[in-house]
C-alpha cells in the first residue's frame, strides 16, 4: 500500500523567502504525482501535475520536481507571498484506476 | 468551462438518517472519485466510478454508497449516520489516467 509523508507539517516564513516542500511515497510505482492547495475549508485546486516519465513542472512562481527512484518530490515557491498561505498537499497516482494517495500536508503561513 | 459541482455545500443531519451527495464532474470526464476529509484522518479514498461502474472501493463501512449515470453524474449516500461521518467530502474528476484530477469544493456535513 503506497504511502505519503509530506515534511514539515507547517511552516511559518516572512515574505520574500523561497520555499521547499517535501513530499515522499513508498511505492516508486508510481503514474504521476500531483500538488494541491487547500485554503482552510475549501475544496483542492491542482498545482502542478508530473507525469512518472518527468522530472519537473513549472508554473509562475512554483516548481515541482519527481525523483521516483528515491521516492521523492519537492515543491519550490519562490518569492513567496502572504496569498501563498495555504495546506499544500502532494497526491500520487499508483495505477490507472483513480485512486489518489495523500499526504497530511504542509500547512504553510507567509506573514508579511 | 465549468469546474466540478458538488450540492449541497451544506448539510447538518441527525444520527440515524441518511444523506446523499451530489458531484457533476467537468463536462467530458468519466472518472469520478469521492474522498473523505477529516481533522484527525486527512484525506481519505472513499470510491471511484468510471462509465458507471465502481472500479475502486476505499476502507469504509457498507454505510457509504455511491453511483454514476450515464452522464457521469455521481451521487454517494450514507445511511444510518454516526457522529463520526462528519466531515468535508470531496469528489474529484479526470479525463483520463494521464490526467490530473479536478476537485470540487466539497459538502460540509456535520452530524449531530
Known amino acids: ?112 | 468551462k465549468a469546474g466540478v459541482t458538488q450540492t449541497p455545500r451544506y448539510l447538518i443531519k441527525t444520527r440515524g438518517q441518511q444523506v446523499t451527495l451530489s458531484c457533476s464532474p467537468i463536462s467530458g470526464h468519466r472518472s469520478v472519485s469521492w474522498y473523505q476529509q477529516t481533522p484527525g484522518q486527512g484525506l481519505q479514498f472513499l470510491f471511484e466510478y468510471f462509465s458507471e461502474t465502481q472500479r475502486n472501493k476505499g476502507n469504509f463501512p457498507g454505510r457509504f454508497s455511491g453511483r454514476q449515470f450515464s452522464n457521469s453524474r455521481s451521487e454517494m449516500n450514507v445511511s444510518t449516520l454516526e457522529l463520526g461521518d462528519s466531515a468535508l467530502y470531496l469528489c474529484a474528476s479526470s479525463l483520463g489516467p494521464v490526467d490530473g484530477y479536478t476537485f470540487g469544493s466539497g459538502t460540509r456535513l456535520t452530524v449531530v
Open chain 1, 1 to 112: 500500500k503506497q504511502e505519503v509523508t509530506q515534511i514539515p507539517a507547517a511552516l511559518s516564513v516572512p515574505e520574500g523567502e523561497n520555499l521547499v516542500l517535501n513530499c515522499s511515497f513508498t511505492d516508486s510505482a508510481i503514474y504521476n504525482l500531483q500538488w494541491f492547495r487547500q485554503d482552510p475549508g475549501k475544496g483542492l485546486t491542482s498545482l502542478l501535475l508530473i507525469q512518472s516519465s518527468q522530472r519537473e513542472q513549472t508554473s509562475g512562481r512554483l516548481n515541482a520536481s519527481l525523483d521516483k527512484s528515491s521516492g521523492r518530490s519537492t515543491l519550490y515557491i519562490a518569492a513567496s507571498q502572504p496569498g501563498d498561505s495555504a495546506t499544500y498537499l502532494c497526491a500520487s497516482r499508483g495505477s490507472t484506476l483513480g485512486r489518489l494517495y495523500f499526504g497530511r500536508g504542509t500547512q504553510l503561513t507567509v506573514w508579511p
